[in-house]
């Protein structure tokens, strides 16, 4: 019972520490170096602690200082409790989805069963969509309660975008599990431990559709019409300064690494390196004894897992700096008309071939 | 429900944190107001329409289009887990579900309520 409790908020600290100590702070920064690396600039240098710039590391940390002494502003005619309320949706609804995602395999140290995962819910996939779907209520409220024609335009965006394809994103995931027979995020990481049946190799068609879905439900260009700069200035957050604005920052930040854990879960193996089980790890580091090999099995799925993450969050600051940003009409085409009905004919061919 | 505890403490740990974001954020940092700051921003306009408008119909028809095919995926899921078990009769019956649903898409479409020009 305390091994189980001591393991639990080892993990929670774990992931809480990694999302918001390390993924966090730093997602800014990638964002602005990925930009200046694309664009040929120098881009964020200026920061420095005792003249050591350490290529704009401590932007984030000159960032955080600033945001919390500027003033929070609320507009008159606004409404107060709903448009401090919206940044809390936004922020705690993407921090709650981690707790589902596994991390790594089950291993044993010092006789105690540790299972890399801070729930091992029956029901994973669906916890992550129930989460991720209360992210509009925070871009709604906040275009609604802030009494601007901007923001609530913004807003009105935000929920029609996000209802689109969060359907779609419902459909692409069914086709990964017919295949994998389960819910359980941990089942499917496991039964990835075959290289060739790898997520990516059974469904290519919904990784592809999936990990659009998943970028337009974050609001990222090229799906960035809520925000759309050039348009409606920042759209529902434009009347958000401070640490409130932070907030969806950090929001949206850490429901791109949501993204990519899932998107590594789901196509990518989750926690295995190719061609090699846990079990392989665990002789590997037979050296070590019995809880020192499972310790050091247990490091390595971490980092591998860490590794994919970081890919995939790589690869979603690319296409945000590459891609110019759709039309509306062109992004509700592209849900409703395009990726729905492919999606129910991926499941018919998945279905079919299972059968065959 | 053992397994939801810790979901709880997450909960409750994100929630903690928000919250003590948004206590920074209201009590440090200045508090001036004046009439003119505290105008919606409007491109250094005074504003002249309030936002409390009505809006086009067509956002409302997405969110019903969302509950109709949002029922239809909650409804997939059961289904595709025990597909493997359930063989050729769960595919046909389930390929009956899908095929009215996709007429409802069709008959949609066709209405022209995906328009939006």
Redesign the interface.
């Known amino acids: 019972m305390i091994a189980d409790l001591i393991e639990t908020i080892a993990k929670i600290l774990f992931v809480f520490g990694i999302n918001m100590g390390f993924f966090s702070p730093i997602l800014g920064w990638v964002e602005r170096k990925q930009s200046a690396v694309m664009q040929d600039r120098v881009g964020a240098n200026r920061a420095d602690i005792m003249g050591y710039k350490a290529i704009g590391l401590f932007h984030p940390i000159a960032d955080a200082i600033k945001v919390m002494v500027k003033e929070d502003f609320i507009p008159d005619g606004a409404n107060k409790i709903f448009h401090t309320l919206a940044p809390f949706i936004s922020l705690t609804c993407s921090i709650v989805t981690f707790a589902v995602v596994p991390f790594g395999g089950q291993y044993e140290i010092f006789g105690h069963k540790v299972n890399l995962v801070i729930a091992n819910l029956d029901v994973g996939i669906l916890f992550v969509f129930a989460f991720a779907s209360l992210a509009p209520y925070g871009a709604v409220l906040a275009g609604w309660s802030s009494n601007n024609n901007w923001s609530f335009l913004g807003g009105m965006r935000a929920s029609a975008q996000m209802l689109s394809y969060e359907v779609a994103m419902g459909f692409t995931i069914i086709g990964v599990i017919m295949v994998f027979g389960s819910l359980r995020l941990t089942d499917i990481g496991m039964m990835q431990e075959d290289f060739f049946r790898w997520g990516i190799f059974l469904q290519p068609v919904g990784f592809i559709l999936f990990l659009t879905c998943a970028i337009a439900e974050n609001k990222r260009i090229p799906f960035d019409m809520p925000e759309a700069e050039s348009e409606l200035v920042a759209g529902y957050f434009t009347e958000y300064s401070g640490m409130k604005f932070v907030m969806f920052w950090m929001g949206e930040f850490l429901e791109i690494v949501t993204i990519s854990a899932i998107v590594t879960t789901l196509f990518f193996g989750a926690w295995h390196l190719p061609f090699i089980t846990d079990a392989d790890l665990v002789n590997f580091f037979s050296f070590a004894g019995q809880t020192g090999s499972n310790f050091l099995a247990i490091l390595v799925n971490v980092a591998t897992f860490l590794m994919k993450v970081i890919f995939f969050i790589w690869l979603q600051m690319t296409i945000r700096w590459t891609l110019p940003r759709f039309r509306y009409d062109q992004v509700m085409k592209l849900g409703w008309k395009m990726i729905l009905p492919i999606s129910l004919i991926n499941i018919f061919i998945t279905a079919v071939i299972i059968l065959v | 429900m053992s397994?939801?505890?810790?979901?709880l403490?997450?909960?409750l740990?994100?929630?903690t944190?928000?919250?003590a974001?948004?206590l920074?954020?209201?009590f440090?940092?200045?508090?001036?107001s004046f009439?003119e700051k505290?105008?919606?921003?409007?491109?250094g306009e005074t504003?002249i329409?309030?936002?409390?408008l009505r809006?086009?119909v067509?956002?409302y028809l997405?969110?019903l289009?969302?509950v109709i095919?949002?029922i239809e995926?909650?409804f997939?899921?059961p289904w595709?887990?025990?597909?493997?078990e359930l063989?050729?009769f769960g595919?046909v019956e389930?390929?009956l579900f899908?095929g009215v649903l996709?007429v409802g898409?069709i008959y949609v479409?066709k209405r022209g309520a995906?328009?939006?020009?």
Do not use: H, N, R
């Not at chain 2, 505290?38 to 491109?43: A, D, G, L, S």
């Open positions: 397994e939801y505890i810790p979901v403490i997450m909960i740990l994100a929630a944190t928000s919250i974001i948004l920074i954020a209201t440090i940092g200045p508090k001036k009439p505290m105008q919606p921003f409007e491109c504003p329409v309030s936002p409390k809006f086009s067509k956002f997405i969110a289009f969302f095919f949002d995926a909650v997939l899921y595709a887990v025990i597909f493997k063989g050729m595919f389930m390929m899908i996709a898409l479409w995906l328009e939006w020009e």
